[in-house]
């Protein structure tokens, strides 16, 4: 007798979105970062904050580039493109930190550089 092996199905979007939470809820457990929210996505996670002081602490943490949004009602939304530590094999997560601040509030230095409007 002798044994075949068995190729792995392929990832759905729910597999995806799984394995997105895991690593960045295992990443969260090391780095205590804030996250009000966080909604996983096959393509990215999706992390909600409150404020741009806790925008700061992800890219002190993590890096990355921030991107800044007009938003309705006097409100401009900062979005920060990061990413997990590498994993084993190479791969990354993407994480998408979002905060809602009010048009004309003094964001902090830190946030600014770096800024795609």
Do not use: C
Not at 69 to 77: F, M, S
């Amino acid at each position: 007798m002798s044994a075949q092996p068995i190729e792995r199905p392929p990832l759905t979007d729910f597999d995806r979105k799984a394995d997105n939470e895991l690593a960045v809820a295992a990443m969260l457990d090391y780095l205590p970062l804030p996250a009000a929210t966080m909604t996983p996505r096959p393509d990215a996670v999706h992390i909600t904050v409150t404020s741009a002081r806790e925008l700061s602490q992800w890219m002190y943490a993590l890096g990355g580039r921030h991107v800044r949004t007009a938003g309705a009602d006097g409100v401009v939304l900062w979005t920060l493109h990061t990413q997990t530590p590498e994993r084993r094999g190479g791969s990354a997560v993407p994480i998408r930190v979002h905060a809602a601040v009010v048009d004309g509030e003094d964001v902090l230095d830190e946030v600014r550089p770096g800024v795609t409007r």
